[in-house]
């Protein structure tokens, strides 16, 4: 019990801001206790899992629940696991003053505070879920809540990844005195964390993509794993067209 | 203080119901402000069959129906609000945030009231099932818009201490809205049909609203 509190202590305190005292969308992450913030995002992607895999199971195949429950925080650690490599490698190359420890910690509060907002959508998600009986919809709408989650988890990511190379409470680490000096100026290196941020949401995209169905269709057989094939962006028109259009 | 004088002192904003020094009004008598304002406006609005055998039974489902509307939608949007509020860093002042929220409710639910014998007149003088459904749309609308008023009073004191603030008003109103519509849809008949018989739940009412004005505005278009 207290270890649940500590956790959502630690979730607590990064959503408020209080260890920057300020806006935490746009202060940035400060220094976290990553292995709570871990724990709070499982819960909290069991949570929101298992209110989106509620309309797959009402058929009567609960499976559909315990498979988004498990795939929902999958997605995100196989997001920052897929994307994670490519961000310190090109940090480290354009000569980002932080070493690969923080920079993890940064992103994984990024999706703790995306798994937040969606777990703080999901009550809305389970309402919809036993009042609707249309797929397409369904699938809209976490579309839409996964965008809107997103859109704030990145808006953070970004803000705290400049921070901690820009701002006054991370110490950088230390040059080596046969370390060559950086060929891209301070800019550069936050270029290159937007690039890293359009690569993180295209990855993110595709993951949800590769681990369908999140939602599941409860008039089709429960699958684990839909087959390969096919784009996101084809099956939201798809369902969008199919919605507006009967 | 006789029930009237708490209601007059809720509606001025004065006494124990005054926004100023930016403290959180009571949840508890706001929410019984709500329910008994609610409860009546709910007796009206079932009162469209009238009183006849087997009829007013729709006067006591949607008396519990519209106190239940409006704390089913309000309870499904508070933790996305209290989210979106700690992300804006205006966690501190949540308890205020709340209580304007819950001010809304309350206010919503007397201004229903206060409306109450326009829907009656408005019964009496239509036959028509139809309008006298369209007639509540629009006075659920009219109250939903007016106690903003009382929203952005009880904000007042929380918008000078930071303007972040008036962006979650946007935000509870959107999920308000996006809810509200769902809930209602689900929950009906508020009216009740005279050609079907009286029902708590109409029989297949688990739509979609959204889904539904879809289809409508697709069979108009063709």
């Known amino acids: 019990m207290e270890g649940i509190r500590a956790m959502f202590k630690e979730l607590d305190e990064l959503l408020r801001g209080r260890r920057t005292g300020q806006n935490p969308v746009d202060a940035g992450a400060g220094q976290m206790d990553a292995e709570a913030l871990l724990k709070a995002s499982l819960i909290l992607g069991l949570c929101y899992g298992a209110f989106m895999g509620l309309y797959g199971s009402l058929n009567g195949n609960v499976l559909q629940v315990l498979a988004s429950a498990c795939k929902v925080p ?15 490698v090109f940090a480290a190359m354009t000569g980002a003053r932080q070493g690969p420890r923080p920079m993890l910690q940064v992103v994984l509060s990024a999706a703790a505070v995306n798994l937040a907002v969606l777990a703080s959508l999901g009550p809305i998600t389970g309402f919809f879920t036993l009042t609707t009986t249309s797929y397409p919809f369904m699938k809209i709408l976490n579309v839409f809540f996964f965008i809107v989650s997103g859109c704030i988890a990145l808006t953070f990511l ?9 701002g006054p409470q991370s110490p950088p680490r230390p040059p080596r005195a046969d370390e060559a000096e950086p060929i891209i100026g301070r800019g550069g290196v936050r270029q290159v964390f937007t690039v890293w941020l359009a690569l993180y949401a ?34 939201f ?5 199919k919605l507006l259009g009967g | 203080m006789t029930v009237a004088g708490r209601i007059d002192d809720f ?4 006494g124990e119901f005054s926004a100023e020094g930016s403290r959180a009004l009571g949840l508890g008598r ?15 609005m079932g009162s469209y069959c009238g009183l006849s055998a087997g009829r007013w039974q729709q006067l006591a489902y949607s008396a519990a129906k519209v106190p239940l509307f409006l704390f089913v939608t309000y309870a499904l949007c508070v933790p996305a609000f209290f989210v979106f509020n700690s992300l804006r860093g205006l966690r501190t002042d949540f308890r205020i945030a709340l209580s304007a929220m819950t001010a809304m409710q309350a206010c919503l639910a007397v201004i229903l009231a206060s409306l109450a014998p326009v829907t009656a007149l408005a019964y009496l003088s239509t036959p028509d099932y139809g309008t006298a459904v369209f007639f509540n749309g629009i006075v659920f609308a009219a109250a939903s818009v007016s106690s903003q008023i009382v ?30 519509i769902q809930a209602a849809w689900v929950m009906r008949p508020f009216v009740g049909n005279p050609d079907l018989p009286v029902a708590l739940f109409r029989p297949g009412a688990w739509g979609n609203a959204y889904v539904a004005v879809i289809k409508l505005t697709r069979q108009v278009l063709q």
Do not use: K
């Open chain 1, 74 to 88: 999958l997605l995100f650690a196989l997001t920052v696991l897929v994307t994670f490599p490519s961000l310190y």
């Open chain 1, 158 to 166: 970004r803000n705290s990844l400049n921070q901690m190379e820009d």
């Open chain 1, 202 to 235: 295209v990855v993110s995209l595709q993951m949800g993509w590769v681990l369908r169905p999140l939602v599941g269709d409860p008039q089709a057989p429960f699958a684990w794993f839909s087959p390969r094939g096919g784009n996101p962006f084809g099956d």
């Open chain 1, 237 to 241: 028109w798809g369902a969008l067209v």
């Open chain 2, 11 to 14: 509606l001025r904003g004065r």
């Open chain 2, 30 to 44: 706001l929410w019984g402000i709500a329910a008994a304002a609610g409860l009546f406006y709910g007796v009206v």
């Open chain 2, 151 to 180: 929203v952005l009073r009880c904000y007042r004191p929380l918008i000078a201490l930071d303007r972040r603030h008036r962006s979650m008003i946007a935000v509870w109103l959107t999920l308000y809205v996006f809810v509200g």
